[in-house]
Every structure is written in C-alpha cells, then in structure tokens.
C-alpha cells in the first residue's frame, strides 16, 4: 500500500471553509506543476500501465449448494477485557462471601484472572474455603490486607478451573436397571499440592497478625442492631 | 428548676443539624430571638438558628465579635479543646465516633476482648462466691 502521506505531504490548497478551496482549478494546475509533467510527457499526461492482474483459477462448482438462504452473522472483533475491579480490591485483601457454598466466610484475595473472576483462597486450613474463584459482585471487601508477596500465583488461571471433559456412557439397556455407578469426583493429588504450596506461605503472614487466624476461621453474620450501610468493613 | 445554660456571647455550643453537624462553635453575637452569630476556629463566622445548637457548659471571655485571632487566643487560654474532651459528653462522642469507624476486624477483636473480660470477671465472682459461703 502506498505510504499515505509520504513525509510532510500536505494539501498545497488551504480550506477556506470546509469544502471550499482557496485556490480555484487552474491555480491548482499550475500550483501543482501539471504543466510541467505534461511539457516533460510531450504534451500527455503521462500513461502508466495497469499491472498484469493475476491469473484467476477457474472456480470450482461448489459440492454443495444450501436449500435455503441461511443469514451469516456479522463479524465481531470486539475483545474483553477483565472486569474492573472495585478501588477497595488489591491482593491480599480479606473478603466476605456473601453466597454460595460458602457464604459469610471470610477468605484471602490472591489475584483476579483473565475472566474477570478473583482469585480466592480460605487458606485451606484455616478455613476450609480452597483455591476457588469467585465473582466481584458477591464479596465485600474489607479494609484489612495481608502480606502476600512471597505466593507465586503463575500457573493459576482460568483453564486451571475448567470442569474435566465428561466421558460418553454408552446407552445399554441394562444401565438402566442397575444401579448407576456412583463416581466420585476426587480432587487429583497434584491440585491438593497447589493448595499446599499458596497456603504455606499465605499462612506465615497471617499467623503473623494477633487474631487474625481465628478472624478468619470465623463466618461473618449481621447480628441484631448492625445497621450495613452504616457498617465499615 | 432554672436554667443553668444561658446563650450569651462567649458560650460553646454543639452543632446538632445541617452541614456543620458535631462542630464546636463559639456564640460571638446574637442577631435576634432566633438566630445568633457563631464562629470556631477553623470555619467562617456565620449565623445560625438557636434550634441547630446544643449549648454546653463551656463560656469563654470574648468581647462581642471578636476577631479571629482573639477568638483562638480566647479559646486557647480557656482550654477549651481539653475541657471539652474530658467531660462525660465529650467523651460520649469520641467513643461513638470510635465505634462508628471500626474495621470488620477490630468490631471481632472487640468482640474477643469482651468475652476475655467478661469471663474474667465471673471468675473473679465466683471466687468471692466461694469465699463468702465458706
């Protein structure tokens, strides 16, 4: 593609307005040398040649033609990017779940993920609450933040969580009268290691503040007379 | 039963409405039945109706309208700040603004803290129990 402006080409006709020129045609011919490439041309403008277009390969009758006219999508080309996270949010800040399996328990910010789901964990021991990923608008983030420089969260992301691609069972007739098989899902052994590895380090900084371990291993619960909105957290 | 705080110019007041809620303000005028002029240290001198102070205990000596660095040096050598702060209303309002700022954290060490305290005071009744039947 031919440069667009080729270094400092500007119009040598300024916009009195918009759309009106202040010079007229002929100004512009003689202001642009036209005259000149012409004299150099004998007289002609000169010609270029249009390239040789290349060669098209005969198109091949389609082995398909559709019944009926299905509509294409439009493209789209539009990229997410993570949710923006509330100005109270920074790693190692303790949350409050607020639902779910483990609601009112309060838990450690690791990271947030590409998704835009936060990176969560009790730790383990303290609180029973695992490696776990959780949504922005279902915590409250309180005002106290836990040292969290030494955990090497690299390898988690939002793959590390993905469901495991479900065997097919086969239909049998007799499936149906036995019992089904119960399988149990075990957590692999490599994953509990994960755990381990974050919460050892998580747990020497929390056992490092006065209280905050038994803080943590208790639920949070609205008792009579708290007001929320008057409440910090 | 008389009255024993009077509005006179010098007396410090609570705000107790509006934008300058809990300030301390000092009386320097009175403009009518309703209103008087009030200023503090830090604020702009301006009127407000009697019905938005709560009058205190607390007078100091200024003449009407005084300027601001006489009011400071009033206020100052009166001692107002800590008289202020060492009587039981002051003192009220500190622990409510204590209670009112604290951190999920500190409300359960709060909470840690009350059980300890109030298990050791049952100890300490039951020991006296103890001794009082034997």
């Not at chain 1, 964990?121 to 303290?126: D, E, H, L, N, S």
């Not at chain 1, 040292?147 to 969580?161: A, E, H, N, R, W």
């Not at chain 2, 938005?52 to 206020?75: E, F, Q």
Request: glycine fraction near 6%; avoid cysteine.
């Amino acid at each position: 593609m031919a440069p667009k402006a080729a270094t400092g080409r500007t119009s040598r006709n300024p916009d009195l307005i918009r759309g009106v020129g202040k010079f007229s045609r002929s100004k512009m011919y003689h202001k642009r040398g036209l005259w000149a490439i012409k004299a150099k041309n004998g007289g002609v403008f000169p010609k270029h040649d249009p390239k040789p277009a290349a060669a098209e390969t005969p198109a091949k009758p389609p082995k398909f033609y559709p019944a009926d006219d299905v509509k294409k999508p439009l493209v789209n080309k539009r990229k997410h990017k993570p949710t923006k996270l509330r100005a109270s949010i920074t790693p190692g800040t303790v949350f409050i779940l607020l639902a779910g399996r483990f609601m009112g328990k309060r838990v450690v910010f690791l990271k947030q993920l590409t998704s835009g789901l936060l990176l969560v964990t009790g730790p383990f021991k303290v609180n029973g609450v695992p490696l776990r990923r959780v949504n922005q608008s279902y915590v409250i983030a309180t005002s106290t933040k836990v040292d969290i420089s030494g955990v090497d969260l690299g390898k988690f992301d939002d793959q590390y969580f993905e469901k495991e691609a479900e065997k097919k069972k086969k239909k049998g007739e007799g499936e149906f009268f036995e019992a089904e098989k119960e399988e149990k899902k075990v957590l692999p052994d490599d994953k509990k290691d994960d755990q381990k590895t974050v919460d050892a380090q998580l747990i020497k900084s929390i056992e490092a503040v006065l209280d905050l371990k038994t803080y943590l291993s208790a639920r949070f619960s609205l008792k009579s007379g708290m007001k929320p909105h008057e409440l910090v957290f | 039963m008389p009255f024993k705080r009077y509005v006179e110019i010098g007396r410090v007041a609570l705000v107790n409405y509006g934008k300058e809620y809990g300030r301390l303000v000092v009386i320097v005028d009175v403009l009518d039945q309703n209103r008087a002029l009030v200023d503090a240290p830090d604020m702009v001198r301006g009127q407000m109706n009697f019905k938005r102070l709560s009058l205190t205990d607390i007078k100091i000596d200024i003449p009407r309208v005084p300027k601001k660095k006489t009011l400071i040096d009033a206020m100052e050598k009166a001692d107002v700040k800590n008289k202020w702060e060492s009587s039981s209303w002051g003192r009220k309002l500190i622990v409510q603004k204590k209670r009112a700022s604290l951190n999920d954290f500190d409300r359960f060490k709060l909470m840690l803290a009350k059980i300890k305290k109030g298990g050791l005071v049952r100890q300490e009744l039951a020991k006296l129990k103890k001794e009082n039947a034997a």
